[in-house]
């Protein structure tokens, strides 16, 4: 038996972890890959919750963030390399302007 | 005894990867480590009785997602990143204040934890149930889903196509 508690504090552990990796990674790639973990964190509490409250739609709606996921990294990554053909880069230093 | 055991085990392997992801300065190292906290994920959602989601976490997100980012780390061949100086005031400041709100969270946490706790296999979760919710109660969401990455995956082929070959069947068409 494991408390709900400590699921919600990995939970917030790897989320921070996900938080800070977006704020003082300069890789553009390992900024999105921070945005998968703060997802992972979230969907973590999304299942512990589910269990504490013996209800499935907590599932359902982790499902649902993963297609939602699934979809950002297909377009993100997409968009990576839209910005590497133009500017030859992937540090978000020098990506300093919106035009392509 | 033994859920806590394995609690204790795959969520120190998380918080190591998740550690290691922002430590590591190469791409690939970060993506690697990413993959191990995806996986020792999916055992805790194996603890708190959701086989239906470990397994979709293992084939989407150590899956697919995660072949996705190395793809495209190997792709445009990320090297070692560059690191620069960050601001002194926020070092002074912002880790304090960072590992004294964490500590205040999991006090308040532990606090009301009380008896709530989560065993293996103590909640419904047949297929036949989550097929329930997900193709009666869920049925248009999970419609507009099919909708929505439908849309994602034209929109990464025409992002990703390079202009001339954009600009050849347009002509052509």
Redesign the interface.
């Known amino acids: ?10 939970s ?3 989320f ?3 938080v ?2 977006f704020l ?4 553009i ?2 900024i ?3 945005i ?2 703060m997802l ?1 964190g979230v ?2 509490s999304f ?2 919750f ?3 409250w ?1 209800t ?2 907590g ?2 709606f ?3 963030v ?10 993100g ?6 910005v ?2 133009t500017s030859e880069t ?2 978000v ?1 020098h990506i300093n302007l919106l035009k392509l | 005894m033994l859920h806590l055991i394995l609690f204790l085990v795959f969520g120190a392997i998380c918080v190591a990867g998740a550690v290691n992801l922002l430590v590591q300065t190469h791409p690939i190292n970060s993506a690697l480590s990413l993959i191990a906290v995806m996986g020792s994920l999916a055992v805790e959602y194996l603890l708190l009785g959701a086989e239906f989601v470990a397994v979709v976490q293992v084939i989407i997100y150590a899956g697919a997602i995660m072949v996705l980012f190395v793809f495209v780390i190997m792709l445009l061949n990320a090297g070692i990143e560059e690191r620069t100086k960050g601001s002194r005031v926020a070092l002074l400041v912002g880790v304090p204040g960072v590992v004294l709100g964490s500590l205040l969270g999991a006090w308040v946490l532990l606090q009301h934890s009380g008896a709530s706790s989560v065993s293996l296999g103590a909640m419904p979760g047949p297929p036949k149930e989550i097929a329930q919710l997900l193709f009666h109660d869920f049925l248009l969401p999970f419609e507009v889903t099919s909708i929505l990455v439908l849309i994602a995956i034209m929109g990464a082929v025409v992002l990703a196509a390079r202009p001339e070959s954009v600009h050849v069947t347009k002509k052509e068409g």
Request: hydrophobic share 60%; charged share 10%; glycine share 4%.
């Open positions: 038996m494991v408390p709900l508690s400590y699921y919600l504090i990995l917030g552990i790897l921070t972890c996900g800070t990796g003082i990674k300069r890789n790639i390992t999105f890959m921070s998968e973990l992972n969907n973590l299942v512990a589910a269990a504490q013996h499935l739609s599932q359902i982790v499902f649902f993963m297609v939602v996921a699934a979809a950002e990294a297909a377009v990554l997409a968009i990576i390399i839209a590497f053909r992937l540090n230093d």
